[in-house]
């Protein structure tokens, strides 16, 4: 009986040091804080490069003119890198206060560095960096990513895993720049690209659903598939014929009145192409949707907990094929952006992986279309910045900045970033 | 109201009538066939044969949608609830109000989830997220979804396995509630005292088959000996145990689960060489953690345990087969073997790495032959080849392969979790010959077992699991009705001076076992 | 069904066939009764009538023919037979016997082309395979195959040692950087969990503009061109050549027969491959016999790397001679395909690598010759694999009878 007693105390004093104990002090992003703050002192502040850097924010048309703003590369350096490891200094405070960082902190923090380095990396060569030019490139460079992004959300949040958003933005792109050409109309090209997106998830669910075939398996072999198919009718028919069957079309802008005249910003977000706003709306409609909607409520169900659905009379794989072919339509639009949405003719795997880096920023995103959004902009940023930097001709190589999303979406299913939970049922399928 | 069952595979030309507003509770064993039966009352399986009538209407139901249109809810033992939903998203879920667009009403979601939860003081906040809540908070959701479709018939399955105490007696003062409302609730347990306390008429199922009804004023004893049967199937022929040094020590074990519940609370005991000591209890009570930690596949809070003077815990599994012990584990097809692997592979699964198998790196392919060969022939498995995926034997001759490999070498220990679940009578039979044979090679044997024959059949000394805790050791020759109590959390002595005072009870029950009243109420500690 | 509850949540169901899989001993008749072998023929033939049909709707005369078809059927079948005929003759003669050839050396160089294309897929392929077994899905091919081929070649350049050894040296070079690569994988699923598939798919990438970036750095490349390219490989690294020229069939084709007896001992004879198939069959069975899943985990990811790191090296050092940013072409992706053809056992796929090696090998002459575009082979390929994939589909098509398992429950 004594050891009992001593074994209960022993375990309720655990239990209540526990509760009386604090939680742990979080080091993790304090500790990245002061690492990026320090960097940032010491290369862009301390030893920096001699010269100026200009920041190029108007460009021609623009409603207001702002002159561009010329900065000595070291000042700019030492001044946001002293900012940098005073937020970092506050980082380090709050942790120990156990108060946890307002979710602006990392964004303020990720921008200024972000600044920091670009007067560093402009200096030297008297650089000019062109912010319109390069946020303009990071979101063209998004919005595949995006669309890509939001189709796996969908696929995976029903429980079918799609690691074939690549072949899907492939097939989008051939689709559309074929139809577009022949109907010499870009928006024919717009409707046309959903349906090869929906055909290519066709095969999927065909294979997943009725076969059982490993969703992981059929989504790599669907992406050569698709690659193999539309190449060799590149290489076949479009190549006979480009003026007929491959001809440029593109999506005009369409500028929004007024929006469009806000300086950086509004030239960005509003004088774009239709496929840019069905972009706004697919993310804002699905951030509203697979939250609050029965249709959202019952996809998720499915991806979560495939039994508890069925017993309350859902039909699980209807739900998991429909959502999943809904979701290849969306892919396919993000496809068409490569070709109509860019005003370029269908090129071999023009996708370029980008259907991967979607699949990445799904997962950094939590699954979720807000995150999935900031993470595929943020793939698109580091794309652009590669680029700009690249052509202003600077010490840092693009291949360094491309690898960066990669880098990080490791880092986050490796749980350094936060915890990621896949939907639980995802890539099991379901069985009676 | 009445609802019939004819034949279908678990469950035996079974009846049922339940009346409007009444308690019934449906007792039996684990595999008595209680929870299939719900689920083909719940319309998701389909029955075999028979037909279900409400309100004398014969009814179909052709899924969970149909069962529920006609008044069914069912709480399903392992919950149907997502974990990361929140309260009223689960209750709304397959049955959502909506507003324009097929937006979810969620006010109107929340209302009746405060509604529900307030006529029967649950407290549930609607917007709690489910797996943040506590199991019982949990259940009460799963009663809040049925009610919400308007449920006449509320069917539990063994709502209380998963809950503390404390929320037991909460569950039960709500279905006195549910019950003063008018609706009639379908109680499925193997908790004696639960079904005294609550139900109204009680059935009481075993093997497929009811062996009874009762009225909620019999006593545990009564209930007892009709659950858990009094067929003496299985005589095992074996001498009294010659026990020798108790090798074996387990002290002050404690362990617990991810959740950070106590699943084994302060166990201590010994096993001496050449003697068979049985864990008995119910399912759940902490027997399989027990069993897991000892071979080193969870590790345990406190406590030590102790084989031929030196102690196990930090070792590795691997250290620990070394050492000398041998597991059968409880679920042979998940842990047990491997399906797709060839027989002669899982017979040597876990000493594949050692001689006369191995050499090197190398496996020796015609040794690992022959020995399955050799094993096939002493155990009497019936196959076709030893290169035959282990998928293709019945149960029974699986289990031969496990025990052939746990049973070929020289063993300090030997545990076996449930080792004839499944199995049929010949089978049995033969395990329970090779576990008394190696007994009487002079190793100490535990046996972990919810069957009370099993336990019969093989303990020469009896240890009896409730909630983590062992409630008592006692002698092989103690009466099932004092373990039947004990089982259900009586400590050994009062159950056995229950059951020792003679002639008092047990009238309705058939004919007394002959040791019954003849129990010594000595307890070996 | 069991459900595999380890911590990464898609549960590798083991790739290789749905159906019983054949007793240990390789057994030729019993295999092809039991109707994998048919399947994967089958399967094969399924994907070449969809290539044919594909060259056929591509082909300008062929459809002309069709738009006539009711005035001169004839044409149009004539055309169609013609057409798809001349596309896979030819990509026969580029695989295996040139009968139009000159000279006997060109007729019989095919085969050796396509053995020498065959060579970094069977090597890649295995190691693909052996996570397959063990349960894991290496995705990470590519980028094993591109550190592979970057670690052998900087070797092959900027070393000076004598022959052979220098070749060996370059080519364990290249094994450990696909070790490496793929260990990283291994490591951060057993420590933390993280799914694999992401991991080793984000490694490829992460591989790919890591050779970029190296190959325009001087220190690297040990030249200073413009082009993104490194020196040319020293002679003594280079793969030495086992016909002489013009035949390209190197020392890489035997690495690559010893590595699928590798395997084969390894998955089959050993005491590791025996904890990799259990593990990968049944974690919960492996852990419960005493086997470390975690140590297997790490394991398995570095030898699979390995030999993707070894196909990397084969490669360079004995077909390309030195890096350039395409120096790992698609052999990553091609491998997984080959092993899953393969069904994920050695011999499996080496014959696999072998049959896409002549794919690749006679697209060449079929491209070059008849215009139909190399890319249908991938098209071949990909059917190919989806189709093994789901057997009871093939058999469906052919009304082929379900197999009967012999599986009887307890």
């Known amino acids: 009986m004594s050891a009992q007693n001593t074994a209960a105390a022993t375990l309720a004093a655990k239990s209540s040091a526990q509760s009386k104990a604090l939680t742990p002090i979080a080091w993790k992003f304090p500790i990245t804080y002061s690492i990026l703050a320090l960097v940032s002192l010491i290369f862009f502040g301390l030893i920096g490069r001699d010269g100026e850097t200009t920041f190029r924010i108007a460009t021609g048309g623009d409603l207001f003119a702002i002159p561009d703003v010329v900065v000595s590369s070291t000042v700019a350096g030492l001044v946001l890198s002293l900012i940098l490891v005073i937020m970092a200094a506050a980082s380090i405070y709050l942790a120990l206060k156990r108060i946890t960082l307002a979710g602006w902190f990392p964004m303020v923090f990720g921008i200024l560095f972000v600044v920091s380095f670009l007067a560093w990396a402009g200096g030297g060569s008297g650089g000019v960096i062109p912010l319109t030019t390069l946020l303009a490139g990071a979101l063209a460079l998004s919005v595949p990513l995006i669309f890509g992004a939001m189709c796996g959300l969908v696929g995976e949040r029903s429980g079918i895993i799609n690691i074939a958003i690549e072949g899907q933005l492939l097939a989008g792109a051939f689709l559309a720049a074929v139809v577009a050409s022949v109907a010499k109309n870009p928006y024919a090209g717009l409707l046309a690209a959903p349906i090869a997106g929906a055909l290519v998830a066709v095969v999927l669910t065909f294979f997943a659903v009725k076969y059982w075939v490993n969703q992981i398996i059929i989504g790599v072999v669907l992406n050569v598939l698709v690659v193999g198919v539309t190449s060799f009718l590149y290489s076949t028919v479009l190549t006979q014929n480009p003026g007929l069957w491959n001809s440029r079309q593109q999506l005009p802008n369409l500028p929004v009145p007024l929006l469009s005249d806000i300086p950086i910003l509004g030239r960005v977000l509003f004088d774009q192409n239709i496929l840019v706003y069905i972009m706004y709306v697919v993310v804002i409609a699905l951030q509203i949707f697979v939250f609050r909607s029965k249709w959202g409520l019952r996809m998720r169900a499915v991806g979560e907990h495939p039994k508890a659905a069925d017993t309350v009379g859902i039909k699980v794989n209807f739900t998991r094929v429909r959502n999943t072919l809904m979701a290849g339509a969306i892919a396919g639009l993000g496809g068409a952006f490569f070709t109509v949405g860019s005003g370029l003719a269908f090129g071999k795997e023009m996708s370029a992986g980008q259907g991967y880096i979607a699949l990445a920023a799904m997962i950094l995103g939590k699954w979720n279309p807000k995150g999935a959004l900031l993470a595929a902009l943020l793939f698109g940023f580091s794309k652009s910045l590669g680029n700009t930097l690249q052509s202003i001709g600077t010490p840092v190589a693009n291949e360094l900045l491309l690898m960066l999303p990669y880098i990080v979406t490791v880092l986050a299913v490796a749980g350094f970033v936060g915890r990621v939970r896949p939907p639980a049922a995802e890539g099991v399928p379901y069985v009676k | 109201m009445t609802k019939v069952f004819g034949s279908f595979v678990a469950n035996d030309h079974i009846d049922l009538t339940i009346e409007p507003g009444e308690i019934h509770a449906l007792l039996g064993e684990n595999g008595a066939g209680k929870s299939t039966m719900m689920n083909v009352l719940y319309g998701l399986y389909d029955a075999d044969g028979g037909e279900i009538l409400l309100d004398d209407k014969p009814v179909t139901f052709a899924g969970p949608g149909d069962a529920v249109a006609a008044g069914i809810g069912m709480v399903h033992q392992h919950f149907m609830l997502v974990p990361v939903f929140t309260v009223a998203e689960s209750v709304a879920l397959g049955y959502e109000p909506t507003k324009s667009l097929g937006l979810i009403d969620l006010a109107e979601a929340r209302k009746k989830v405060r509604e529900i939860s307030s006529r029967f003081n649950f407290n549930i906040d609607p917007d709690a997220l489910i797996e943040d809540l506590p199991v019982g908070a949990q259940q009460r959701v799963e009663i809040i979804k049925a009610l919400s479709r308007n449920a006449k018939i509320l069917i539990l399955d063994e709502p209380t396995a998963v809950l503390t105490p404390q929320e037991t007696d909460e569950l039960i003062s709500i279905m006195r509630q549910l019950k003063e409302q008018g609706t009639s609730i379908v109680f499925i347990t193997h908790k004696l005292r639960e079904v005294r306390a609550i139900a109204d008429s009680i059935t009481v199922i075993r093997r497929g088959k009811i062996t009874g009804v009762a009225s909620p004023d019999s006593t545990e004893a009564e209930l007892a000996s009709q659950m858990v049967g009094r067929q003496v199937s299985l005589t095992t022929e074996k001498d009294d145990a010659d026990p020798g040094d108790a090798t074996f020590q387990v002290r002050g074990l404690t362990v617990v689960d991810k959740a950070e519940n106590v699943v084994v609370d302060d166990v201590s005991f010994d096993v001496r060489r050449g003697e068979i000591l049985a864990v008995a209890g119910v399912q759940g009570n902490g027997q399989t953690e027990l069993a897991e930690t000892i071979i080193g596949l969870t590790d345990p809070r406190l406590g030590s345990i102790t084989l031929d003077g030196k102690d196990l815990v930090g070792k590795s599994v691997k250290d620990r087969l070394g050492s000398g012990i041998g597991f059968v584990p409880e679920d042979r097809s998940t842990d047990g073997i491997i399906a797709e692997f060839t027989i002669r592979e899982n017979m040597i699964l876990d000493v594949y790495d050692r001689p006369p198998y191995a050499k090197g790196l190398n496996l020796k392919s015609a040794v690992i032959n022959d020995e399955a060969k050799k094993k096939v022939e002493e155990f009497d498995i019936r196959l076709g080849s030893v290169v035959d995926p282990i998928a293709t034997l019945s149960g029974g001759n699986q289990q031969k392969v496990v025990l052939s490999r746990e049973l070929g070498r020289e063993l300090r220990l030997f545990i076996a979790s449930q080792p004839t679940r499944g199995l049929d009578v010949g089978s049995i039979e033969f395990v329970h010959k090779r576990v008394i044979a190696e007994r009487d090679a002079g190793t100490p044997c535990l046996i972990v077992s919810t069957e009370l024959d099993e336990v019969y059949g093989l303990a020469d000394r009896i240890a009896v699991m409730y909630s983590g805790r062992i409630v008592g050791i006692v002698d092989a020759d103690t009466s099932r009705e004092a373990l039947g109590l004990m089982m259900a959390g009586v400590p050994a002595d009062e159950a056995l001076a229950a059951t020792a005072a003679p002639e008092e009870n047990s009238t309705a029950t058939a004919a007394p076992e002959e040791n019954s009243a003849t129990t010594s109420a000595e307890e070996t500690k | ?410």
């Open chain 3, 1 to 410: 069904m069991t459900t595999d509850i380890s911590p990464a949540a898609p549960s590798p169901a083991p790739p290789p066939s749905t159906e019983a899989e054949p007793g240990k001993e390789p057994n030729l008749l019993q295999d092809i009764l039991s109707g994998s072998w048919l399947v994967s023929v089958l399967a094969i033939v399924v994907a070449l009538l969809l290539g044919g049909v594909l060259i056929a709707v591509s082909n300008a005369e062929v459809v002309e023919a069709a738009m006539n078809i009711f005035a001169a059927p004839g044409v149009f079948f004539s055309t169609l037979f013609s057409t798809v005929g001349d596309a896979y003759s030819a990509l026969f003669r580029g695989a295996i016997f040139d009968w139009d050839a000159r000279t006997t050396e060109r007729a019989i160089r095919p085969l050796t082309e396509s053995l020498v294309s065959g060579t970094p897929l069977i090597l890649t392929g295995l190691g693909i395979a052996l996570a397959f077994r063990s349960g894991l899905f290496n995705i990470g091919g590519q980028g094993q195959v591109i550190l592979g081929a970057t670690i052998a070649g900087y070797l092959g350049y900027a070393l000076h040692l004598p022959p052979v050894v220098h070749m060996l040296i370059a080519a364990i070079g290249g094994m450990i950087g696909g070790a490496i690569w793929a260990g990283i994988a291994g490591v951060l699923k057993a420590r933390t969990g993280a799914n694999e598939v992401i991991v080793t798919i984000m490694l490829n990438s992460i591989a790919g503009y890591l050779l970029g970036y190296l190959l325009k750095q001087s220190w690297f490349t040990h030249t200073d061109s413009a082009n993104p390219q490194s020196r040319t490989l020293d002679d003594s690294s280079q793969m030495f050549l086992l016909l002489p020229s013009p035949f390209r069939l190197h020392f890489g084709f035997i690495i690559a027969i010893l590595a699928t007896i590798f395997v084969w001992w390894l998955l089959e004879r050993s005491t590791i491959g025996f904890e990799f198939k259990a593990v990968g069959a049944n974690p919960h069975a492996a852990r419960t016999a005493g086997i470390s899943v975690s140590k297997v985990t790490i394991l398995v990811m570095i030898v699979a790397g390995a030999l993707a790191g070894l196909g990397g090296a084969a490669q360079v050092l004995g077909t390309e001679f030195k890096l350039t940013g395409g120096i790992s072409g698609s052999i990553g992706f091609d491998a997984i395909t080959v092993a899953l053809l393969g069904r994920s056992k050695p011999l499996g796929t080496f014959l696999a690598g072998l049959l896409f090696g002549a794919f690749k090998a006679g697209g060449y002459l079929m491209q070059s010759q008849t215009g139909t575009p190399i890319d249908i082979v991938l098209v071949v390929q990909s059917v190919i694999v989806l189709l093994i994939a789901a057997p009871p589909l093939v058999r469906s098509i052919f009304r082929l009878p379900t197999p009967v398992l012999k599986r009887k429950e307890a």
